[in-house]
């Protein structure tokens, strides 16, 4: 961290300065110019930078470090590639993940995971618990939908993904699934993130709906500092000023995180749009970026879907874009 005196300031106040952050477990080094003094504090202890803005003295300061360690590329440099039973997901692995909003019945995961899997899809989603805005809405069938969703995916050797919403369900969710989703709307549950550090299974951790790269970092900082190191990222859209799309994908968060972090990124273009005609053009947008995968939503009949079903692909629609993606992945030299 720098810490730039106001022009002028004198001995005294760089001496306080340079005592209160000695006092607080920083090594400082003063370096005087002509006009600035120019305090660096060096160390490895957490302060809140306006604690020493509002010093008497200080004109600004600037925080060079980034907060987070663990997921950062200092920390590791080569990508964190995730094995879910046999599918790899990052360093130049394209994880593919479909299947409904909700898990609904089991004819219709059944229906919906056979034809993805007949288009090679080995990862199958589909929400027991729902995070839905309104009470009166659908909110999943509970842990009779895991089970459906497990069985599902047992007859067609898929591994499956579902949202666990709060710390006492983990248990549950280490029984039936492969992956833990952690849904926008708890990326900052840091109680919920803290118990998923302390598992031994991938999370899959959404960005929540007003993040900056910054926060939904740190949120994947708390997973891996309690020691689990499986963790795939995923854009899912953020909130803008632009109501033509459900929210905006930030196609700009893959290389930006990228180029910080060894974490895999996938990218959710059912959510981040929520129409069913974006989804194919924001897939490809998103593999040509670098991502290292997608989620996409797919309903077998998407009209009668007990929820998000206008984002929802028809499995043929599924099927051609499935195609041509693995086109677009060998030319950004990608394995599918
Ligand atoms: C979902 O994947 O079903 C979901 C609710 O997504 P998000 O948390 O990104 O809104
Ligand atoms: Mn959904």
Do not use: D, F, W
């Given at each position: 961290m720098l810490i730039v005196m106001e022009s002028g300031a004198d001995e005294n106040k760089i001496q306080k300065i340079v005592n209160f952050i000695k006092d607080k477990g920083f090594d400082a080094h003063v370096s005087k110019g002509e006009d600035h003094t120019v305090i660096g504090a060096v160390g490895r202890k957490v302060i809140d930078k306006r604690d020493i803005e509002?010093?008497?003295?200080?004109?600004e300061v600037i925080r060079?470090?980034?907060?987070?360690?663990?997921?950062?590329r200092v920390f590791k440099q080569s990508d964190t590639v995730i094995d879910v039973n046999g599918v790899k997901i990052g360093g130049g692995h394209v994880g593919m993940i479909a299947g409904p909003?909700?898990?609904?019945s089991y004819d219709q995961m059944d229906i919906t995971a056979s034809k993805l899997s007949s288009c090679g899809v080995k990862i199958l989603r589909g929400g027991a618990f729902k995070p839905r805005t309104?009470?009166?809405a659908f909110q999943g069938l509970g842990e009779e939908g895991l089970k459906i969703l497990r069985e599902v995916a047992d007859k067609y050797s898929m591994a499956v993904t579902s949202e666990v919403m709060?710390?006492?369900?983990i248990p549950m969710f280490l029984e039936y699934v492969d992956i833990l989703q952690v849904g926008a709307r708890n990326m900052q549950n840091f109680n919920l993130l803290k118990h998923l550090g302390e598992i031994r299974k991938p999370v899959l951790l959404k960005r929540g709906l007003s993040s900056t790269i910054e926060e939904w970092l740190m949120s994947a900082e708390y997973i891996m500092s309690g020691?689990?190191?499986?963790v795939i990222l995923c854009e899912r859209g953020i909130r803008t000023f632009?109501?033509?799309?459900?929210n905006t994908l930030d196609i700009s968060a893959i290389p930006v995180v990228q180029k910080i972090s060894h974490l895999p990124i996938l990218v959710d273009p059912s959510h981040a749009t929520g129409l069913r005609d974006k989804v194919a053009p924001m897939s490809k947008a998103a593999i040509a970026a670098g991502a290292d995968g997608l989620i996409i939503e797919v309903h077998h009949s998407p009209e009668t879907a007990l929820c998000d079903g206008a984002q929802s692909l028809y499995p043929e629609d599924f099927r051609v874009l499935f195609d041509d993606l693995k086109v677009l992945a060998k030319v950004v030299n990608k394995k599918f």
């Open positions: 509002l010093l008497e003295g200080v004109q060079i470090s980034s907060p987070y360690k663990l997921v950062s909003c909700s898990v609904e309104s009470p009166y709060e710390v006492s369900q020691g689990n190191r499986e632009e109501h033509m799309t459900r």
